[in-house]
C-alpha cells in the first residue's frame, strides 16, 4: 500500500512539473497571458465604444433633393434669372406652374407681388397699388409675380424691374372650354344656362349677353386674360395684332399640351436647376361627378375667391358633373366661338416647336426623360401610394386638401410617412396647395400668422356667387347680376379702410388706390 501511494504522488508531482513546463516554457509565462487578455478586453471595449459613438454621430441620410440629379444637365455659365412674370392664365395648368415659382421664391427668399387678396384684382385691369407692400416704382424691389390678373403691362412695370422675364402658357381652346365649363358652370351665366357644353357649342349667341359679369370665361378667354378685347369682332387684322402685342410683352410663351417639353424650354431660359421644373399635378379635377360639403368658414370664402363658386351657408353646393361631351362638329363651331383664342394658340403653337426645332429635337428628347425619370423618383420619396392623386376628403393634412370648387372634385396628394425634416420640407412645397401657400409666403414676407383654419365668416344675405374676386347679387333685372362691391380675394373693402400697414385704402374708378400717407418698406 505504501508503494503504491508513493507511486501517486510522483505521479502527481510529474504532472505539475509537466504542466508548469507547458505554461511557462511552450506557451509563456502568466504574466503574459494576463496581459493578453487585458488587451483583448480594452480592445473588444474600444470597439465596443466606437460602434456607439459612430451611431451616435453619423450624419443624417442624404436627402433625394440635395443629390447631383437635382441640378439636371449642365446649363453652362449662365446666372439663374430672379426677376419674373409670369402671366396665370385660366385652366391651363398655370397652378402647377405657379407653385414651380412659389418654390423657387420661397428657397431663396425672394420677394413676391403678393394680391392683398387671392387675386390681382381679376377680372379688371392689373393696378399696381393691387399689389400688397407697394409703394411706388421702384422703391420696393419684387422679384416675382404671378398672381391671376388681368395683363396690364403699364401698371406690372411699375411693379416690376425692367430686366423681368415675361412668359405664360396657353391651351387648345376646345379643351380650355371643357375644363371652364366644368368649372364655371355655376358662375358664367352662359354656361349655367345651357344643358351641356355640346348644347352651349350649338348655339353659342342663345346663352351669351356680354354685358354679365363672368361671361368672360365662356369666350376668348386667353385673349381676355392677355388684357384684350374678348368680345371683338374677329378679323385677321386684329389677330395678328393681338399675336404680335402677345410677342412684344412675353418671352415665352408655353403650351399646357406639351408641358414637359415646356418646361425644359423655361428652365434653359430661366437658368434654373432640373429640380426646379420638376412638379407633380395640381389643381387637376377627378373625370367623375360629385360633391364635397362640410367645408365651411373662411377658407372655403377664400377658394370661391379665387375659383368662383356659389356659396351658400358656408357649404359648397354639391352637383352633378355637367355633361362635357362634343361631337367634331360642336368642337369645330368652338373654335370658331373662341376664333381669336384659337388664333393666338395656333400662331404661338408653331413658335414653340420652333424653339424646340432650335433647341435640339435631340436633346429635348433626352432632358424630356431625365425630367419625367426625376418627377418619378421624386413621387416615390415624397408621395403615398406612388404618387397617386386622391380626393381631398382622403388626405389626413387639412392644411394640404385642396380646395373644392365649381362642379367637380379637385385631387391632391398625401406625403409619405417617416421622411426626414429637409425631405420633408421641400416635398410639403411641392404638393401645397394655391391658396394656402399663398398665406405662407404672405405670413412670412408680412411677419403674420397664418389665418386659422375653421374660423367662421360672415355670410352675406340672399344668393352671393364669389366670382373674380367680387361677390354678384343675383337680382331679377335683365342683366341677372349686379356688382354689389367686394375685393379680390373675397374680401369687402370699405372707403377709409387700412392696409396690412395701416396705410389707408380708397376706391377710384374700381381700383384700390392708397392714400397719401406714402412710406417705403424697411
Same mark, same amino acid.
Given at each position: 500500500?505504501?508503494?503504491?501511494?508513493?507511486?501517486?504522488?510522483?505521479?502527481?508531482?510529474?504532472?505539475?512539473?509537466?504542466?508548469?513546463?507547458?505554461?511557462? !516554457?511552450?506557451?509563456?509565462?502568466?504574466?503574459?497571458?494576463?496581459?493578453?487578455?487585458?488587451?483583448?478586453?480594452?480592445?473588444?471595449?474600444? *470597439?465596443?465604444?466606437?460602434?456607439?459613438?459612430?451611431? +451616435?454621430?453619423?450624419?443624417?441620410?442624404?436627402?433625394?433633393?440635395?443629390?447631383?440629379?437635382?441640378?439636371?444637365?449642365?446649363?453652362?455659365?449662365?446666372?439663374?434669372?430672379?426677376?419674373?412674370?409670369?402671366?396665370?392664365?385660366? /385652366?391651363?395648368?398655370?397652378?402647377?406652374?405657379?407653385?414651380?415659382?412659389?418654390?423657387?421664391?420661397?428657397?431663396?427668399?425672394?420677394?413676391?407681388?403678393?394680391?392683398?387678396? &387671392?387675386?390681382?384684382?381679376?377680372?379688371?385691369?392689373?393696378?399696381?397699388?393691387?399689389?400688397?407692400?407697394?409703394?411706388?416704382?421702384?422703391?420696393?424691389?419684387?422679384?416675382?409675380?404671378?398672381?391671376?390678373?388681368?395683363?396690364?403691362?403699364?401698371?406690372?412695370?411699375?411693379?416690376?424691374?425692367?430686366?423681368?422675364? &415675361?412668359?405664360?402658357?396657353?391651351?387648345?381652346?376646345?379643351?380650355?372650354?371643357?375644363? +371652364?365649363?366644368?368649372?364655371?358652370?355655376?358662375?358664367?351665366?352662359?354656361?349655367?344656362?345651357?344643358?351641356?357644353?355640346? %348644347?352651349?357649342?350649338?348655339?353659342?349667341?342663345?346663352? &351669351? %349677353?356680354?354685358?354679365?359679369?363672368?361671361?368672360?370665361?365662356?369666350?376668348?378667354?386667353?385673349?381676355?386674360?392677355?388684357?384684350?378685347?374678348?368680345?371683338?369682332?374677329?378679323?385677321?387684322?386684329?389677330?395678328?395684332?393681338?399675336?404680335?402685342?402677345?410677342?412684344?410683352?412675353?418671352?415665352?410663351?408655353?403650351?399646357?399640351?406639351?408641358?414637359? =417639353?415646356?418646361?425644359?424650354?423655361?428652365?434653359?431660359?430661366?437658368?434654373?436647376?432640373?429640380?426646379?421644373?420638376?412638379?407633380?399635378?395640381?389643381?387637376?379635377?377627378?373625370?367623375?361627378?360629385?360633391?364635397?360639403?362640410?367645408?365651411?368658414?373662411?377658407?372655403?370664402?377664400?377658394?370661391?375667391?379665387?375659383?368662383?363658386?356659389?356659396?351658400?351657408?358656408?357649404?359648397?353646393?354639391? /352637383?352633378?358633373?355637367?355633361?362635357?361631351?362634343?361631337?367634331?362638329?360642336?368642337?369645330?363651331?368652338?373654335?370658331?366661338?373662341?376664333?381669336?383664342?384659337?388664333?393666338?394658340?395656333?400662331?404661338?403653337? *408653331?413658335?414653340?416647336?420652333?424653339?424646340?426645332?432650335?433647341?435640339?429635337?435631340?436633346?429635348?428628347?433626352?432632358?424630356?426623360?431625365?425630367?419625367?425619370?426625376?418627377?418619378?423618383?421624386?413621387?416615390?420619396?415624397?408621395?403615398?401610394?406612388?404618387?397617386?392623386?386622391?380626393?381631398?376628403?382622403?388626405?389626413?393634412?387639412?392644411?394640404?386638401?385642396?380646395?373644392?370648387?365649381?362642379?367637380?372634385?379637385?385631387?391632391?396628394?398625401?406625403?409619405?410617412?417617416?421622411?426626414?425634416?429637409?425631405?420633408?420640407?421641400?416635398?410639403?412645397?411641392?404638393?401645397?396647395?394655391?391658396?394656402?401657400?399663398?398665406?405662407?409666403?404672405?405670413?412670412?414676407?408680412?411677419?403674420?400668422?397664418?389665418?386659422? *383654419?375653421? *374660423?367662421?365668416? =360672415? =355670410?352675406?344675405?340672399?344668393?352671393?356667387?364669389?366670382?373674380?374676386?367680387?361677390?354678384?347679387?343675383?337680382? +331679377?333685372?335683365?342683366?341677372?347680376?349686379?356688382?354689389?362691391?367686394?375685393?379680390?380675394? !373675397?374680401?369687402?373693402?370699405?372707403?377709409?379702410?387700412?392696409?396690412?400697414?395701416?396705410?389707408?385704402?380708397?376706391?377710384?374708378?374700381?381700383?384700390?388706390?392708397?392714400?397719401?400717407?406714402?412710406?417705403?418698406?424697411?
Amino acid at each position: 500500500m505504501e508503494s503504491v501511494s508513493n507511486q501517486a504522488t510522483a505521479d502527481n508531482s510529474i504532472s505539475r512539473r509537466m504542466l508548469r513546463w507547458l505554461v511557462c !516554457g511552450r506557451l509563456g509565462p502568466v504574466w503574459m497571458w494576463k496581459a493578453l487578455l487585458l488587451f483583448v478586453a480594452i480592445a473588444f471595449a474600444g *470597439q465596443l465604444l466606437g460602434v456607439i459613438f459612430n451611431k +451616435s454621430v453619423q450624419p443624417a441620410a442624404r436627402s433625394i433633393f440635395s443629390s447631383p440629379d437635382a441640378q439636371g444637365p449642365s446649363l453652362g455659365s449662365c446666372q439663374p434669372h430672379n426677376h419674373i412674370m409670369f402671366l396665370k392664365t385660366h /385652366k391651363t395648368a398655370s397652378s402647377t406652374v405657379l407653385n414651380m415659382l412659389y418654390r423657387f421664391g420661397e428657397e431663396r427668399n425672394l420677394r413676391f407681388a403678393l394680391p392683398l387678396g &387671392y387675386q390681382l384684382g381679376y377680372p379688371l385691369p392689373f393696378n399696381a397699388h393691387r399689389v400688397k407692400g407697394y409703394r411706388g416704382p421702384r422703391a420696393v424691389e419684387f422679384h416675382i409675380m404671378g398672381n391671376h390678373m388681368r395683363f396690364n403691362k403699364p401698371e406690372v412695370e411699375k411693379v416690376m424691374p425692367a430686366d423681368t422675364f &415675361y412668359f405664360s402658357i396657353i391651351r387648345d381652346p376646345v379643351s380650355l372650354a371643357e375644363s +371652364s365649363f366644368a368649372y364655371y358652370k355655376e358662375v358664367a351665366p352662359a354656361f349655367r344656362k345651357a344643358k351641356g357644353l355640346g %348644347d352651349f357649342a350649338d348655339d353659342p349667341r342663345k346663352y &351669351y %349677353d356680354p354685358r354679365l359679369r363672368n361671361n368672360h370665361y365662356a369666350r376668348n378667354l386667353l385673349w381676355f386674360d392677355f388684357g384684350m378685347d374678348h368680345n371683338a369682332n374677329f378679323s385677321m387684322a386684329l389677330a395678328q395684332r393681338g399675336v404680335a402685342m402677345v410677342r412684344r410683352n412675353f418671352k415665352l410663351i408655353l403650351v399646357s399640351e406639351y408641358f414637359d =417639353q415646356s418646361m425644359i424650354l423655361l428652365r434653359h431660359a430661366l437658368c434654373w436647376p432640373l429640380d426646379a421644373v420638376v412638379s407633380f399635378s395640381l389643381n387637376a379635377r377627378q373625370q367623375k361627378p360629385s360633391g364635397i360639403g362640410g367645408m365651411s368658414g373662411s377658407w372655403v370664402g377664400k377658394a370661391a375667391a379665387v375659383a368662383g363658386v356659389s356659396v351658400r351657408g358656408g357649404h359648397s353646393q354639391a /352637383k352633378t358633373l355637367p355633361n362635357l361631351s362634343l361631337t367634331e362638329e360642336q368642337r369645330e363651331k368652338l373654335r370658331q366661338w373662341n376664333a381669336l383664342d384659337w388664333h393666338l394658340y395656333k400662331a404661338f403653337n *408653331q413658335t414653340f416647336w420652333e424653339e424646340i426645332d432650335r433647341f435640339g429635337l435631340s436633346q429635348m428628347e433626352q432632358e424630356v426623360s431625365l425630367l419625367r425619370m426625376r418627377r418619378e423618383d421624386l413621387a416615390r420619396v415624397c408621395l403615398r401610394d406612388g404618387g397617386k392623386p386622391v380626393e381631398a376628403h382622403r388626405i389626413r393634412d387639412k392644411n394640404i386638401r385642396p380646395f373644392q370648387s365649381g362642379l367637380v372634385k379637385i385631387l391632391g396628394y398625401e406625403l409619405q410617412p417617416g421622411l426626414d425634416n429637409t425631405t420633408r420640407t421641400a416635398c410639403l412645397r411641392m404638393i401645397r396647395p394655391e391658396i394656402q401657400y399663398k398665406d405662407v409666403l404672405d405670413a412670412k414676407q408680412f411677419l403674420r400668422a397664418p389665418a386659422v *383654419q375653421g *374660423q367662421p365668416v =360672415q =355670410q352675406n344675405v340672399g344668393r352671393m356667387v364669389a366670382a373674380g374676386g367680387y361677390f354678384i347679387r343675383q337680382d +331679377s333685372s335683365r342683366t341677372g347680376e349686379r356688382l354689389v362691391g367686394g375685393e379680390a380675394g !373675397g374680401r369687402t373693402v370699405d372707403e377709409g379702410e387700412r392696409d396690412w400697414d395701416g396705410s389707408h385704402l380708397m376706391r377710384s374708378n374700381q381700383t384700390l388706390m392708397r392714400g397719401q400717407d406714402k412710406g417705403r418698406l424697411r
